[in-house]
């Protein structure tokens, strides 16, 4: 209905010109990778034309921004085209992001920048192959049309594909317009997209919620386990599908620390990469207010529903964290100490400024019995006597796993990534690319396909940064 958006086709731009097409995500999507990179194609993808049987909307949503409520927010820069059904039958968003001005732009633009746009389509593409749930880009389009930001960029669009765009702040919205009926609406739409089971259930609302509150539980504790920080988790970025969403200033660590921030924007270190699992259980809180209304006529009933749907965040993700973290250790099942064996091991990758990649790839290597292997692992530490205790108990506990050094060390490498979308990489990426070098881009999304293989000559990728290649800070692009 009308009052979920508002109906409007992109902008046009002067001279759309295609960066990059994700060929195989076309075909997963039903879609032509030739006739795409066609000039009517590449106009599609630009906003100048529309593809048939679409119809545009700019989406309304709401959201707590750093924790403060603001009542509308919506798709300032981006117009939802349409939804097609995937390859594995699964239905799916496709939507423009920098498509222009909108009822909803506040002030802003309405267009995107050519770095934040193959910020996201690297970033987003690199957490698709790390198996880590999320939208993805299918296209970057080059505008002809400069944006002002710090600076002046060339303008760009990009193509995102997501299972929906619907966001916490969604519900936020028509909560804070007391629209009863719109909520009822919103929720019997995303139960039938997301949660189908949810509809025979005997409280339909508790039944979403726990979908939710179960997904966003696993899909952070997947962030923790390969150290990335999404950098504004507002209510307006969380989505109702389980995907990680809105790669703005996000960031991979690279030394170890659970304070780490990068976001520019960030200042008080709200969404720091230790805060992620208590900000998403503050965020679903507030999903759950939302949804009072719904979860029946008793007031106090319905509170009780949904406090009890919030409260077992905690166990969702403590749950998904330590299994991650098990396998990362190369343990295939959970015992008790375990957590206490992990804990002390990320302690001291913090003191010691370790490297969160290299040292869970490191391990990786190493056997039941000491080797060359573990002088490499060691040297990641200042402090190696520490480190030898480390290892003895760790070697001790895998004298409980039945597993071979082969299998195991293959089953670790299987879930600790070699490469992974290292900030000074990306900026160099992206520095060259708004130059009109796409071969820095090329290169490092090739390798980021497949994050867990050992590739020859392409060490460089998996090396943390010089002193002078680190990226202290990243910014929204918006």
């Not at 508790?206 to 962030?223: H, S």
């Not at 190696?384 to 089953?411: C, F, K, T």
Request: proline residues 6%; hydrophobic residues 40%; charged residues 25%.
């Amino acid at each position: 209905p009308d009052r979920f958006g508002a109906r409007m086709a992109p902008t046009p731009v002067a001279a759309p010109r295609l960066v990059r097409l994700n060929e195989k995500l076309a075909r997963h999507l039903g879609l032509d990778p030739e006739a795409l990179a066609t000039p009517e194609g590449v106009s599609i993808l630009a906003g100048n034309t529309g593809p048939d049987g679409a119809q545009p909307m700019a989406m309304a949503y709401a959201g707590h921004q750093f924790g403060g409520f603001v009542p509308q927010l919506g798709d300032g820069r981006a117009i939802l085209l349409g939804e097609v059904i995937d390859a594995d039958g699964v239905r799916r968003d496709i939507q423009l992001k920098g498509s222009g001005k909108t009822p909803f732009s506040r002030m802003g633009d309405g267009r995107a920048g050519l770095g934040p746009v193959l910020r996201e389509y690297i970033v987003s593409e690199a957490m698709h192959a790390l198996g880590i749930p999320t939208t993805r880009a299918l296209a970057a389009v080059e505008t002809g049309e400069p944006v002002v930001r710090e600076r002046v960029l060339p303008g760009a669009i990009l193509t995102r594909v997501a299972r929906s765009h619907i966001r916490v702040g969604t519900f936020e919205y028509f909560a804070a317009r007391r629209d009863d009926e719109g909520l009822a609406l919103l929720l019997r739409h995303v139960i039938e997209r997301h949660d189908p089971q949810a509809a025979d259930a005997p409280n339909p609302a508790r039944a979403f919620l726990d979908g939710v509150v179960a997904r966003q539980a696993r899909l952070v504790a997947r962030w923790l386990c390969v150290g990335f920080i999404h950098g504004v988790m507002n209510t307006d970025n969380t989505s109702v599908a389980g995907e990680t969403i809105d790669y703005g200033p996000c960031a991979f660590m690279d030394d170890y620390h659970p304070g780490r921030v990068y976001s520019s924007i960030d200042q008080g270190g709200r969404y720091a990469f230790g805060n992620q699992p208590r900000i998403m259980h503050w965020n679903l809180a507030v999903l759950a207010q939302t949804l009072l209304p719904l979860m029946g006529e008793d007031e106090e009933a319905a509170v009780a529903e949904a406090q009890a749907s919030i409260d077992a965040f905690p166990d969702h993700f403590d749950a998904a964290y330590r299994e991650g973290l098990g396998a990362k250790l190369g343990l295939s099942r959970i015992e008790e100490g375990d957590a206490d064996l992990a804990d002390a091991l990320l302690s001291l990758m913090a003191d010691n400024k370790a490297d969160f990649t290299l040292t869970f790839r490191g391990l990786s290597a190493l056997t039941r019995a000491q080797g060359e292997a573990d002088d490499a692992f060691r040297s990641l530490f200042h402090n190696r006597q520490s480190v030898d205790d480390w290892l003895s108990r760790w070697r001790q506990r895998l004298g409980s796993e039945g597993a071979s050094d082969e299998d195991r060390q293959a089953a670790m490498k299987a879930v600790n990534p070699v490469y992974i979308p290292r900030n000074h990489l990306v900026e160099e990426a992206l520095e060259a690319a708004q130059s009109g070098d796409l071969a820095p881009f090329d290169g490092l999304t090739a390798v980021l396909l497949n994050p867990f293989d050992d590739q020859p000559g392409k060490a460089r990728y998996a090396e943390p940064p010089r002193p002078e290649e680190v990226v202290h800070q990243t910014f929204c692009g918006t």
